[in-house]
């Protein structure tokens, strides 16, 4: 499985330019061998060795206050709001980040290693891509805590694979490449689904993963030889 899932939620960006800024500071970015808008830069960020404009949500305000239409945030307070309280008691911290230290197209991602997740500020504007990615990655979290806890490095489908609604399946396989796709597809429907992640996200941290979510088979019998589960 892999160790860190990149969050495209959605589809990429073209014209490349009119991504990148010419106003780049380079302090404390040192680490990065390979420039800006890599995964070198992203993976700098994601160790939390690269931290030049990366700043910590506690709340909705930390981000509605980086952009000049802050009323517009209002229509999505609660449900946003509700899975940071979940993502803190899990043990998940999330960090609004500069573009520059994401590959172009990249909207955020979730790092099972640090159990932290990276918003990418240049596309946080509109509410509804905020909340788009932060269900999707959130999501990543929920998959993470269904395979046995957040601190290992593994990560479980939570959905039937036929559960997916076929539209979001359709999309997420034309975006991802074949080896995330079981991740990303229920990932996707997730991302544009209010309060599905955070029904799974309040679900972990209550303990109660494998009681709101019948693991797969595969995953109980994971569950089941890593002592997770009795049976």
Not at 9 to 30: N, P, R, W
Not at 145 to 163: H, Q, Y
Not at 178 to 188: G, N
């Amino acid at each position: 499985m892999k160790k860190i899932l990149f969050g495209l939620a959605g589809f990429l960006v073209f014209g490349t330019g009119a991504l990148i800024s010419s106003d780049i500071s380079k302090a404390d970015d040192s680490k990065i061998t390979k420039g800006y808008f890599t995964e070198d830069s992203m993976g700098c960020m994601l160790l939390r060795e690269c931290t030049d404009g990366v700043k910590q949500v506690f709340s909705l305000l930390d981000v509605s206050s980086e952009y000049s239409n802050t009323d517009d945030f209002y229509v999505i307070a609660d449900e946003f709001n509700n899975m940071l309280v979940a993502l803190d008691q899990v043990g998940v911290k999330v960090f609004l980040a500069p573009e520059k230290y994401f590959p172009v197209g990249h909207r955020g991602v979730y790092h099972t290693t640090s159990n932290n997740f990276f918003l990418n500020k240049a596309y946080m504007k509109r509410p509804s891509a905020l909340m788009s990615v932060m269900r999707h990655e959130g999501w990543h979290v929920a998959q993470d805590c269904m395979a046995g806890t957040i601190d290992n490095s593994l990560i479980a489908i939570i959905k039937d694979p036929e559960d997916v609604p076929k539209y979001w399946s359709e999309i997420a396989e034309k975006t991802y490449d074949k080896v995330s796709l079981p991740w990303e597809r229920e990932a996707m429907w997730a991302g544009h689904t209010e309060g599905m992640t955070m029904k799974a996200l309040q679900a972990c941290a209550l303990g109660e993963m494998w009681k709101v979510y019948e693991p797969t088979p595969l995953t109980r019998k994971y569950l089941v030889e890593e002592g997770y589960l009795d049976k």
